[in-house]
């Protein structure tokens, strides 16, 4: 065997180990989460961003723990004060976000992406995937609504044009993607 074989198997050894290894899903969706957070609609007082759909295939992908646990290492990220929430000049940078008008629905990700696992750990069918993608916006759209009102709002008419109406049809768009990218991956 040739030194270079013996190199490319070495490499290959280690590339199937950190894949493997179970904080390197984790990270990744941590970090996709901050990279999902820059792609931005801006809108007031809630930007729209793809993080949501990480969200759901952090669950779906990495199981309800893990995805749970890749949402608290985004967060953390965020609040040690590393750039990675969305850019929105009108909202406190860092840990402040967490606890303002937009922190419900950064709080609620990792809840989102516990359900979404916990649903398709069960059954990861087509349909239960959508299903559970939904149910894990729903979640997001709730806790963020929530907060939105204590913060800003204080209507509940209101809270529910700004915080959940305004976003219903990117929640399809982003579920239907997040479907068809959870199915295509799945089947490989």
């Given at each position: 065997?040739?030194?270079?074989?013996?190199?490319?198997?070495?490499?290959?050894?280690?590339?199937?180990?950190?894949?493997?290894?179970?904080?390197f899903g984790i990270i990744s969706f941590a970090v996709l989460m901050?990279?999902a957070a820059q792609i931005t609609i801006p809108m007031k007082p809630?930007?729209?961003?793809?993080?949501?759909?990480?969200?759901?295939?952090?669950?779906?992908?990495?199981?309800?723990?893990?995805?749970?646990?890749?949402?608290?290492?985004?967060?953390?990220?965020?609040?040690?004060?590393?750039?990675?929430?969305?850019?929105?000049?009108?909202?406190?940078?860092?840990?402040?976000?967490?606890?303002?008008?937009?922190?419900?629905?950064?709080?609620?990700?990792?809840?989102?992406?516990?359900?979404?696992?916990?649903?398709?750990?069960?059954?990861?069918?087509?349909?239960?995937?959508?299903?559970?993608?939904?149910?894990?916006?729903?979640?997001?759209?709730?806790?963020?609504?929530?907060?939105?009102?204590?913060?800003?709002?204080?209507?509940?008419?209101?809270?529910?044009?700004?915080?959940v109406v305004i976003f219903s049809l990117s929640t399809v768009v982003?579920?239907?993607?997040?479907?068809?990218?959870?199915?295509?991956?799945?089947?490989?």
């Amino acid at each position: 065997m040739s030194i270079l074989t013996k190199t490319e198997n070495s490499l290959s050894y280690i590339k199937s180990k950190i894949i493997s290894h179970p904080l390197f899903g984790i990270i990744s969706f941590a970090v996709l989460m901050a990279v999902a957070a820059q792609i931005t609609i801006p809108m007031k007082p809630v930007p729209t961003t793809l993080q949501s759909m990480i969200v759901v295939l952090a669950g779906a992908m990495l199981g309800s723990k893990k995805g749970f646990y890749s949402q608290i290492a985004y967060l953390a990220m965020g609040f040690i004060g590393l750039p990675v929430f969305a850019a929105a000049p009108d909202l406190a940078p860092g840990f402040a976000r967490l606890f303002g008008p937009t922190g419900g629905y950064l709080l609620s990700f990792p809840i989102a992406a516990w359900l979404t696992g916990a649903i398709t750990e069960r059954r990861s069918d087509y349909l239960s995937s959508v299903l559970a993608f939904f149910a894990a916006h729903l979640v997001i759209l709730t806790i963020g609504a929530l907060f939105l009102d204590i913060f800003i709002t204080g209507s509940f008419e209101t809270t529910l044009q700004l915080g959940v109406v305004i976003f219903s049809l990117s929640t399809v768009v982003k579920v239907l993607a997040a479907s068809l990218i959870f199915k295509s991956l799945k089947s490989r």
